[in-house]
């Protein structure tokens, strides 16, 4: 099991190499994901619940982003 020092030195590593310009967005995107899963994993309390982020079935996808913007 990898424990809190580890999971830090890797969240400092990837926040290291977001400070690269030359980074594509995908990239950018995919590294600014796993900084937040690791972040979340250190501090759960930061979880949003499943209702803020998944749509209901039936809700058409403008409503929701309506929605998004609201919240």
């Not at 030195?9 to 690791?38: C, K, N, P, V, Y």
């Not at 994993?41 to 039936?58: F, H, I, K, R, Y």
Request: aromatic share 2%; net charge negative; proline share 1%.
């Amino acid at each position: 099991m990898i424990d809190r020092e580890a999971i830090s030195t890797e969240l400092a590593e990837i926040e290291h190499m977001l400070q690269d310009t030359r980074l594509s967005l995908d990239t950018r995107f995919a590294l600014m994901g796993a900084s937040q899963a690791l972040r979340h994993v250190l501090d759960p309390e930061t979880w949003q619940s499943a209702s803020q982020n998944v749509l209901s079935s039936g809700r058409r996808a403008d409503e929701a982003a309506a929605r998004a913007t609201r919240l």
